[in-house]
């Protein structure tokens, strides 16, 4: 519970939630990451989609899986419902930007670090995007010795 400790929380729930999405999402995913790059002869690319929109719906989960597809595609949808602001139109900007780059080089731009399993490089997409590292270390760490992949990469 040190990692995971309730007085950094507003409640049980909020704990809870934060648990679950680094257990199903984050370490599953960084886990994913770190075999590619060390087994695969492919360059990796990682990113956290942390954009604060003022609309999506449903957040008791936060930003849910694929709510970034919104912005690679400058879709507010449904749009009667849903209008992009201006921090909502410049960061779908960047991220179609990001995207087109990847279809057209395989790569989503030279400033989105390649992803290594020594610091776990990775693009913190958030209003400024920054390159990162080191994604929830602690607690996937935690997570990958509770499941025995702690020695895998």
Known sequence: MEIYNIDDYDSYDKQLE???RDYIFTCATRRAARMVA???DVNTFL???DYQSR???FK?????HTS???FVFNNAWPPVVHQFNDNDKEFAAIMGGYWTEFARHGEPGS???KFDVDGDAHMHLALP???????QKEACDFHDEILGYENDY
């Open 60 to 64: 008791i989960g936060g930003d849910y």
């Open 55 to 57: 609309w999506l719906d």
């Open 18 to 20: 934060i648990i679950l």
């Open 47 to 49: 990113y956290q989609f």
């Open 111 to 113: 400033d989105w670090p």
């Open 129 to 135: 995007v920054s390159t990162s590292s080191n994604l």
């Open 68 to 70: 970034e597809i919104y």
């Open 38 to 40: 060390k087994w695969g």
